[in-house]
């Protein structure tokens, strides 16, 4: 058998002598265009450029009062219930209703293999009950998706000891740092101190950032300077925590893509930092970008593998994404969706409930049923 | 970032390769498979459909059984409407007559805009412009900030005010134009494509500065999301192309071919990396060329196959990884090669050749003169070019009928091929499994 390698050496001396032959025709220097569209790496220049203004937005919003968490809760329902739509209306048959659930479950990112599993399982239990129609079919593939949640409480965890330590990761730009805001408002109404360890050294202006929910939600911060060690300043804060009787230490981490090891490495330092004495670490998040596509389950896996999650956050659930993907994380790794994040303020933060949203998806498809026979 | 659809179109085509006749039933489950792995790369589900459906009608039919390897057809009509899904030119900037350049960055939250909007002024900057960078996101903690730091790492001017962003954008272009920045920047807050008041904050602003060039900012890791919000902003703000971010990760990349099926706006950019300087222009017929390829890598394995003799190619191939290839090897693979037919032929059917060298007028008489220039050495000659001299050259040239000269241009221009050879990998795993997009240094500690 003559491998890909082979023919693609013989092709590079194709592709050498071709250049040769081109080269010699237009008796130039042989340019050969980069192979990909990646330019050399240049240093970056030493800074130079002046800053015209700088302007820092005013923080103008009040701490959260205790109940104010569950308003978001209407908007993230309507967004669940998007999850299927209008497939229900109209003359269908069977086949049709099913290419459209399967076409729903698609569009919210569920992935191929889980909606296939998913509607075989259905299929299976509806040749038993033998209703084939809209709400028989709805009600199937709902017990489905019912059965892909874990039985795990959802709250996150206390340590009896002060202080409990909480650990955010994920990938870049998904939402750790502004739902390390909304959860440490939702610890404050929970009575608790905060200390949010800004444990991102290498975003730039991520402290700053994370200072700003701080002073919003009236925690205190530890905080370093670019380029420091994370692991130090998550230890600081935990130390620190000790000292002056905080409840709980939050870590933001830097965005970082699974793929890259040496950062995944940092991660697993980081982890074993926050669990020494005196900290208790009670909860590992992974911020779950509800505009996710596949990828989302490779990264519940590699930071599942890397540190050990213990929960989900499922952000951004306020835009057109579904975040479905968050559930296929759930069914595949046990890990449960704890939080969904519906908006950039700071009470946008909800407990998640897979009954919620089932009852949501349940809801829709009894309402587009009486509508329909009206 | 198409590595893995690539694999798996592969493993899917290696299938019916070789079959004499295709039923319908085999055909359909292809398909199945080219839809399931579409899917998984987050290629949109109407976008697949669509595909599939094309792609059934081009297949099924008389064609297809008339055809002398109905497996190759199939491959053939997949990858036609692939690169059909993905091509088209690069994006070259046209300037403003009167500058500044006014460009406008939008996209969801997240998605990696303040460092695109950074790296884009880095890459105007070795264009030789001076770019201005307008921080006009007030809505995120510490955006202006990040940018302002982001600036100065790419010597690129911030500017911003605090209050409202419509005037924020509007007084930074200004601001260029009283400065004499030739291009200007400006960074826009996420915003999720259904929040009304935010789209309608977006569209003000490009009413007010009716920038040149706007650019939709998206993750490659989006999922099928992408085309909904592409489309939003698409009508919102009349998108010129998009910037594709974090291309560095293993996400496939499938929202690329969605987005510019559904709103016919091409992939102007990539980013791949968190340093400034991984970005450039993306080049999408270079894209589909790599998918394209990557079916006919296939029929020149099997042409391979029946004309090469394998040792002299395994040979060859080892001493190319090992940086050992000379002259006599040369002469060899040559010959291999010329076996498989018109070498213009064969380049059309390998992955990533450039257009330039692809659609360039091959002499195949110039090889033939090569040839005979190698013929007329000897063997230790053949394995150490250096030592040809002076008389040696010119025994060659009269051995070859041809002049010194053109012994001593054919030998400089071997010594450039080994060094291009080199400097193309060889020795590294092979181009086609190994994304050259992405950097794994795990050496360099990025922080
Ligand atoms: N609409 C919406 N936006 C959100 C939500 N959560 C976060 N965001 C926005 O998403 C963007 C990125 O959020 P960050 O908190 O900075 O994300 P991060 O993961 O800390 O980012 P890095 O530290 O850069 O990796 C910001 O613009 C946030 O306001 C959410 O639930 N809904
Ligand atoms: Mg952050």
Same mark, same amino acid.
């Given at each position: 058998?003559?491998?890909?390698?082979?023919?693609?050496?013989?092709?590079?001396?194709?592709?050498?002598?071709?250049?040769?032959?081109?080269?010699?025709?237009?008796?130039?220097?042989?340019?050969?265009?980069?192979?990909?569209?990646?330019?050399?790496?240049?240093?970056?220049?030493?800074?130079?450029?002046?800053?015209?203004?700088?302007?820092?937005?005013?923080?103008?919003?009040?701490?959260?009062?205790?109940?104010?968490?569950?308003?978001?809760?209407?908007?993230?329902?309507?967004?669940?219930?998007?999850?299927?739509?209008?497939?229900?209306?109209?003359?269908?048959?069977?086949?049709?209703?099913?290419?459209?659930?399967?076409?729903?479950?698609?569009?919210?990112?569920?992935?191929?293999?889980?909606? *296939?599993?998913?509607?075989?399982?259905?299929?299976?239990?509806?040749?038993?009950?033998?209703?084939?129609?809209?709400?028989?079919?709805?009600?199937?593939?709902?017990?489905?998706?019912?059965?892909?949640?874990?039985?795990?409480?959802?709250?996150?965890?206390?340590?009896? &000891?002060?202080?409990?330590?909480?650990?955010?990761?994920?990938?870049?730009?998904?939402?750790?740092?502004?739902?390390?805001?909304?959860?440490?408002?939702?610890?404050?109404?929970?009575?608790?101190?905060?200390?949010?360890?800004?444990?991102?050294?290498?975003?730039?202006?991520?402290?700053?950032?994370?200072?700003?929910?701080?002073?919003?939600?009236?925690?205190?911060?530890?905080?370093?300077?670019?380029?420091?060690?994370?692991?130090?300043?998550?230890? &600081?804060?935990?130390?620190?925590?000790?000292?002056?009787?905080?409840?709980?230490?939050?870590?933001?981490?830097?965005?970082?893509?699974?793929?890259?090891?040496?950062?995944?490495?940092?991660?697993?330092?980081?982890?074993?930092?926050?669990?020494?004495?005196?900290?208790?670490?009670? /909860?590992?998040?992974?911020?779950?970008?509800?505009?996710?596509?596949?990828?989302?389950?490779?990264?519940?896996?590699?930071?599942?593998?890397? +540190?050990?999650?213990?929960?989900?956050?499922?952000?951004?659930?306020?835009?057109?994404?579904?975040?479905?993907?968050?559930?296929?994380?759930?069914? /595949?790794?046990?890990?449960?969706?704890?939080?969904?994040?519906?908006?950039?303020?700071?009470?946008?933060?909800?407990?998640?409930?897979? &009954?919620?949203?089932?009852?949501?998806?349940?809801?829709?498809?009894?309402?587009?049923?009486?509508?329909?026979?009206? | 970032?198409?590595?893995?659809?690539?694999?798996?179109?592969?493993?899917?085509?290696?299938?019916?390769?070789?079959?004499?006749?295709?039923?319908?039933?085999?055909?359909?489950?292809?398909?199945?498979?080219?839809?399931?792995?579409?899917?998984?790369?987050?290629?949109?589900?109407?976008?697949?459909?669509?595909?599939?459906?094309?792609?059934?009608?081009?297949?099924?039919?008389?064609?297809?059984?008339?055809?002398?390897?109905?497996?190759?057809? +199939?491959?053939?009509?997949?990858?036609?409407?692939?690169?059909?899904?993905?091509?088209?030119?690069?994006?070259?900037?046209?300037?403003?007559?009167?500058?500044?350049?006014?460009?406008?960055?939008?996209?969801?939250?997240?998605?990696?805009?303040?460092?695109?909007?950074?790296?884009?002024?880095?890459?105007?900057?070795?264009?030789?412009?001076?770019?201005?960078?307008?921080?006009?996101?007030?809505?995120?903690?510490?955006?202006?900030?990040?940018?302002?730091?982001?600036?100065?790492?790419?010597?690129?001017?911030?500017?911003?005010?605090?209050?409202?962003?419509?005037?924020?954008?509007?007084?930074?272009?200004? /601001?260029?134009?009283?400065?004499?920045?030739?291009?200007?920047?400006?960074?826009?807050?996420?915003?999720?494509?259904?929040?009304?008041?935010?789209?309608?904050?977006?569209?003000?602003?490009?009413?007010?500065?009716?920038?040149?060039?706007?650019?939709?900012?998206?993750?490659?890791?989006?999922?099928?999301?992408?085309?909904?919000?592409?489309?939003?902003?698409?009508?919102?703000?009349?998108?010129?192309?998009?910037?594709? *971010?974090?291309?560095?990760?293993?996400?496939?990349?499938?929202?690329?071919?969605?987005?510019?099926?559904?709103?016919?706006?091409?992939?102007?950019?990539?980013?791949?990396?968190?340093?400034?300087?991984?970005?450039?222009?993306?080049?999408?017929?270079?894209?589909?060329?790599?998918?394209?390829?990557?079916? &006919?890598?296939?029929?020149?394995?099997?042409?391979?196959?029946?004309?090469?003799?394998?040792?002299?190619?395994? $040979?060859?191939? $080892?001493?190319?990884?090992?940086?050992?290839?000379?002259? /006599?090897?040369?002469?060899?693979?040559?010959?291999?090669?010329?076996?498989?037919?018109?070498?213009?032929?064969?380049?059309?059917?390998?992955?990533?050749?450039?257009?330039?060298?692809?659609?360039?007028?091959?002499?195949?008489?110039?090889?033939?003169?090569?040839?005979?220039?190698?013929?007329?050495?000897?063997?230790?000659?053949?394995?150490?070019?250096?030592?040809?001299?002076?008389?040696?050259?010119?025994?060659?040239?009269?051995?070859?009928?041809?002049?010194?000269?053109?012994?001593?241009?054919?030998?400089?221009?071997?010594?450039?091929?080994?060094?291009?050879?080199?400097?193309?990998?060889?020795?590294?795993?092979?181009?086609?499994?190994?994304?050259?997009?992405?950097?794994?240094?795990?050496?360099?500690?990025?922080?």
């Amino acid at each position: 058998m003559i491998t890909v390698t082979v023919v693609l050496a013989v092709a590079v001396v194709l592709i050498v002598s071709t250049i040769y032959l081109v080269s010699r025709k237009s008796r130039s220097k042989p340019s050969f265009p980069s192979k990909t569209s990646v330019v050399a790496r240049r240093p970056i220049e030493a800074p130079n450029g002046a800053v015209i203004s700088e302007a820092i937005e005013p923080i103008s919003e009040n701490l959260v009062l205790p109940g104010d968490i569950k308003r978001g809760i209407g908007r993230a329902r309507l967004a669940f219930a998007r999850l299927f739509g209008s497939i229900l209306g109209g003359d269908k048959s069977s086949q049709q209703l099913w290419d459209e659930v399967e076409e729903a479950l698609l569009v919210s990112d569920l992935g191929i293999d889980l909606t *296939t599993s998913v509607l075989d399982g259905a299929k299976a239990s509806m040749a038993v009950s033998d209703s084939t129609d809209g709400v028989g079919i709805a009600a199937a593939v709902k017990s489905q998706l019912r059965s892909l949640f874990v039985e795990q409480p959802r709250d996150l965890s206390y340590s009896q &000891d002060s202080p409990t330590v909480w650990l955010v990761v994920g990938v870049n730009g998904v939402g750790k740092t502004t739902s390390i805001g909304k959860l440490s408002a939702m610890a404050a109404a929970d009575d608790r101190k905060v200390i949010l360890a800004a444990g991102d050294t290498f975003r730039a202006a991520a402290a700053d950032q994370l200072q700003m929910w701080a002073e919003r939600t009236a925690a205190d911060i530890v905080r370093s300077v670019p380029g420091a060690d994370p692991s130090s300043v998550v230890f &600081d804060a935990i130390q620190k925590a000790a000292a002056r009787g905080f409840d709980l230490v939050i870590a933001d981490t830097a965005g970082r893509l699974h793929t890259k090891s040496n950062l995944m490495d940092e991660l697993r330092k980081l982890r074993r930092t926050a669990e020494r004495d005196p900290g208790h670490l009670t /909860e590992v998040l992974l911020v779950l970008d509800a505009t996710t596509g596949q990828n989302g389950l490779v990264q519940a896996r590699e930071f599942a593998k890397a +540190v050990g999650i213990t929960g989900v956050v499922l952000t951004k659930l306020d835009g057109s994404a579904k975040g479905g993907i968050a559930l296929a994380a759930e069914a /595949e790794l046990g890990v449960p969706i704890k939080l969904v994040g519906v908006g950039e303020k700071v009470r946008d933060l909800i407990a998640f409930s897979p &009954d919620e949203f089932l009852d949501a998806l349940l809801e829709m498809d009894v309402q587009n049923e009486l509508s329909d026979e009206d | 970032m198409f590595d893995n659809l690539t694999d798996r179109f592969e493993e899917i085509f290696s299938r019916i390769r070789g079959k004499g006749r295709l039923s319908e039933a085999e055909v359909d489950a292809v398909l199945r498979e080219i839809r399931a792995a579409l899917i998984e790369a987050d290629v949109n589900v109407g976008v697949v459909r669509s595909f599939i459906e094309r792609v059934r009608e081009n297949t099924i039919g008389e064609e297809l059984f008339r055809s002398l390897s109905p497996a190759q057809h +199939v491959i053939k009509v997949v990858n036609a409407e692939l690169t059909n899904a993905l091509g088209g030119e690069n994006l070259k900037i046209s300037y403003a007559s009167r500058p500044p350049t006014v460009v406008l960055m939008a996209g969801l939250q997240g998605v990696g805009k303040t460092t695109a909007a950074a790296k884009l002024a880095l890459w105007f900057r070795h264009q030789g412009r001076n770019p201005l960078l307008v921080a006009a996101d007030l809505q995120r903690p510490a955006a202006v900030e990040q940018l302002r730091i982001l600036g100065e790492q790419a010597s690129v001017p911030v500017f911003s005010v605090p209050g409202d962003p419509v005037n924020t954008s509007s007084a930074g272009v200004e /601001e260029a134009r009283r400065i004499g920045r030739d291009v200007v920047i400006v960074d826009t807050a996420g915003r999720t494509s259904i929040d009304q008041e935010l789209m309608d904050e977006v569209r003000k602003i490009s009413q007010s500065i009716t920038p040149n060039y706007t650019f939709l900012v998206i993750d490659a890791m989006i999922g099928q999301d992408a085309v909904n919000s592409a489309r939003v902003f698409n009508d919102a703000l009349a998108l010129d192309g998009i910037i594709l *971010t974090k291309l560095d990760g293993d996400a496939r990349g499938g929202a690329a071919l969605s987005v510019r099926q559904v709103v016919g706006k091409p992939i102007s950019f990539v980013s791949i990396g968190e340093k400034l300087a991984d970005f450039d222009l993306f080049y999408p017929d270079r894209m589909a060329n790599r998918i394209l390829g990557m079916g &006919d890598v296939l029929s020149l394995i099997e042409q391979a196959e029946r004309t090469l003799d394998k040792e002299i190619a395994e $040979k060859g191939a $080892k001493k190319l990884k090992g940086g050992k290839f000379d002259l /006599e090897d040369f002469l060899e693979q040559m010959q291999q090669v010329k076996k498989m037919g018109p070498l213009k032929g064969v380049l059309s059917m390998l992955p990533g050749v450039p257009k330039e060298i692809r659609n360039a007028d091959i002499d195949e008489r110039e090889l033939v003169k090569v040839e005979a220039i190698i013929s007329s050495m000897t063997k230790a000659e053949r394995n150490n070019p250096d030592m040809i001299d002076g008389s040696r050259r010119s025994r060659i040239a009269n051995g070859a009928g041809t002049s010194t000269a053109a012994v001593g241009t054919m030998l400089k221009q071997f010594k450039d091929m080994q060094k291009m050879m080199r400097s193309m990998g060889m020795g590294g795993p092979s181009p086609t499994k190994k994304s050259p997009n992405r950097s794994n240094n795990k050496k360099k500690k990025r922080r």
